[in-house]
Each structure stands twice: as structure tokens, then as C-alpha cells.
T-cell receptor, first 114, second 115 residues
Framework: KNQVEQSPQSLIILEGKNCTLQCNYTVSPFSNLRWYKQDTGRGPVSLTIMTFSENTKSNGRYTATLDADTKQSSLHITASQLSDSASYICVVSDRGSTLGRLYFGRGTQLTVWP | EADIYQTPRYLVIGTGKKITLECSQTMGHDKMYWYQQDPGMELHLIHYSYGVNSTEKGDLSSESTVSRIRTEHFPLTLESARPSHTSQYLC??????????????FGNGTRLTVT
């Protein structure tokens, strides 16, 4: 069964600290993995996409990694800011159809305290 | 700035009422989607469309219906709302690239409460 599991479910950190969010998946055949940020009361916004051949990709203070062999991805946030408080959702796409089915994780709820 | 708009943002209605959730996008995207999101749970696809006059049911069984008469408009209708329909409904669109290669652009959602 294709699944996406995220950990931790929730996380509280102090402003300025770093953190790492995890995503494990069993989706096959794998096409790509995307991280979304969802602010409270808003829709998710794409942060970065990882394809099979990519190991690391950065977007400002966000760095995503992908290990296609172990089917794991991580999202590292450096020097956290209050505005980083949000839910971070891992979404994996398969190559089983022309449309590409999406599998969503339940998200990690990050809270950054001053 | 969001180029996909959902109205209303919040809706509280009584059981048995008919409602329509509006979704419009200005990006010219052919693909549009409706997702249902409950707290702490993953998004579930309930409807999608490849383009005008195309509508398909998603993974999650839903009593709602959709229509796609214009590219930019993808409304969702519930003929008779029930408390079990209480949820957040997210509309999204994407460019016509296959296999999830293009990101989903989400609206800010409609929070529906059925009493």
C-alpha cells in the first residue's frame, strides 16, 4: 500500500534554532516528492520538489534532502523565524499513470516561539 | 499573492440545505481539484477536472458534485448538507504537466460547518 508518513507530528522550537522534519514513503514507482508549507487558515504553498536524481536542494533557509534508496526525505529549517510556524506537508507523486497520483502525509505542525 | 480564489471563507448552515462552494483561478490552468482536509489528517482528493466539460471523482467518496463549464471556474455543490460534511474544502489548480511535475496552487479554503 502506497503511504507517506511524517514525523514528528508536532514540534515546538525557539526562534533562531534549527529543526529537521522527516518524511518516509512507500510509494512506487516514484516520480517526485514535494514539500508544502501551510500557514493557519491558508492553502498549502509549494516549497521545493525533489526528483529521483536529486539528493539535496535549498530554498533560502529551507533545505530538502532525498534518499531514494531508503525512501526518506527531510526538510531542514535553519535559523527559524516566527513566520516558519505552519504545517509542513510531504507529498509524493507516482509514475503509475499519465496524471500522476499524489500521496499526502498528515503534516508536521511546527510552532516557533520567541 | 494567490491567483486562485475560494468563496465563502467560512460557512455555517443547517442540515438539509443546498450549498455551492465557489472556486476560480486566473492562471489559465486546465487541471483543477477539490480536496477535503480535516485537522491532523492528510488531504483527500474528492473531485478533479482535466479541462472544460471534464469531471472525475477522486479517491474519497463524496456526496458532492462539481461542474466545469469554464476553464477558470470549478464550483462544488452539496444538494443536502449533513453534519458529516463539516470539514475544510480546498480548491487547487495545476499546469498541464504529467506525474505531479507541476505544483498545486491552492486557494485559502472554505471552512464548512453543518449544524
Amino acid at each position: 500500500k502506497n503511504q507517506v508518513e511524517q514525523s514528528p507530528q508536532s514540534l515546538i522550537i525557539l526562534e533562531g534554532k534549527n529543526c529537521t522534519l522527516q518524511c518516509n514513503y512507500t510509494v512506487s514507482p516514484f516520480s517526485n516528492l514535494r514539500w508544502y508549507k501551510q500557514d493557519t487558515g491558508r492553502g498549502p504553498v509549494s516549497l521545493t520538489i525533489m526528483t529521483f536524481s536529486e539528493n539535496t536542494k535549498s530554498n533560502g533557509r529551507y533545505t530538502a534532502t532525498l534518499d531514494a534508496d531508503t525512501k526518506q526525505s527531510s526538510l531542514h529549517i535553519t535559523a527559524s523565524q516566527l513566520s516558519d510556524s505552519a504545517s509542513y506537508i510531504c507529498v509524493v507523486s507516482d509514475r503509475g499513470s499519465t496524471l500522476g497520483r499524489l500521496y499526502f502525509g498528515r503534516g508536521t505542525q511546527l510552532t516557533v516561539w520567541p | 499573492e494567490a491567483d486562485i480564489y475560494q468563496t465563502p471563507r467560512y460557512l455555517v448552515i443547517g442540515t438539509g440545505k443546498k450549498i455551492t462552494l465557489e472556486c476560480s483561478q486566473t492562471m489559465g490552468h486546465d487541471k483543477m481539484y477539490w480536496y477535503q482536509q480535516d485537522p491532523g489528517m492528510e488531504l483527500h482528493l474528492i473531485h478533479y477536472s482535466y479541462g472544460v466539460n471534464s469531471t472525475e471523482k477522486g479517491d474519497l467518496s463524496s456526496e458532492s458534485t462539481v461542474s466545469r463549464i469554464r476553464t477558470e471556474h470549478f464550483p462544488l455543490t452539496l444538494e443536502s448538507a449533513r453534519p458529516s460534511h463539516t470539514s475544510q474544502y480546498l480548491c487547487a489548480s495545476s499546469e498541464p504537466q504529467g506525474a505531479g511535475n507541476s505544483p498545486l496552487h491552492f486557494g485559502n479554503g472554505t471552512r464548512l460547518t453543518v449544524t
